[in-house]
């Protein structure tokens, strides 16, 4: 039995991919899903615990597979708002800039 702990330097992020990602990379190495997963966020000084189970990292992985199926079949679609255009590296090339 182990814990497995991930810091971040940002704020909590809205989805958790790169925590369930490790979390994936875990049992892929040992076999076993770690008893629990501790995410500190740097940024704002918390920690969230999180308890891992098959299900949950299975989603994820489903979640994973259909953004790569997306991305070889070449889909992006664009979903403009503030906070995704301002900090997009497309953004001058983005047909979508200054439409509502």
């Not at 992020?13 to 629990?36: D, S």
């Amino acid at each position: 039995m182990f814990s497995l702990a991930l810091f971040y330097v940002g704020e909590r992020p809205e989805w958790f991919g790169e925590a369930f990602a490790g979390i994936g990379a875990v049992q892929e190495i040992y076999g076993n899903l770690p008893v629990r997963a501790s995410l500190y966020y740097l940024a704002d000084n918390r920690m969230i615990d999180y308890v891992p189970d098959p299900e949950s990292i299975a989603a994820f992985k489903e979640r994973v597979q259909g953004m790569i199926a997306a991305v070889c079949a070449e889909e992006f679609v664009a979903k403009p708002s503030y906070m995704w255009c301002q900090r997009c590296d497309y953004v001058d090339l983005c047909e979508m800039m200054g439409k509502d």
